[in-house]
Nanobody
């Protein structure tokens, strides 16, 4: 069964850090761009960060540049999102998606082929 599974969400204080993981099963991530997206209640889903199949190309939303870092380990079929200096406005459900699109196209359109179920990130004191 093809699926993506996110983990690593939780409750963190402002200024804190979390690392999210997106693990693939049933297929290899080697050939796909992977994106992290988030959606807060009442807001449109936002492309946070995307990485190309090789990891050589990355995209970050302006709102997270300098704070979030995406990385991938294709030998383990996992993509990470390291989130530092978290802010209350980062609170959302974070989901990962795979796609054959470029990183910019994936992050800007949200047209992923497979999606995980999402993991909640809450930034609050």
């Amino acid at each position: 069964q093809v699926q993506l599974v996110e983990s690593g969400g939780g409750l963190v204080q402002p200024g804190g850090s979390l690392t999210l993981s997106c693990e693939a099963s049933g297929f290899s991530l080697d050939y796909y761009s992977i994106g992290w997206f988030r959606q807060a209640p009442g807001k449109v889903r936002e492309g946070v960060s995307c990485t190309s199949n090789s990891g050589g190309s990355e995209y970050y939303a302006d709102s997270v540049k300098g704070r979030f870092t995406i990385s991938r380990d294709n030998t383990q079929d996992v993509v990470y999102l390291q989130m530092n200096n978290l802010k209350p406005e980062d609170t959302a459900v974070y989901s990962c998606a795979s796609s054959a699109l470029t990183v910019q196209a994936l992050c800007r359109t949200g047209l992923g082929d497979f999606w995980g179920q999402g993991t909640q990130v809450t930034v609050s004191s």
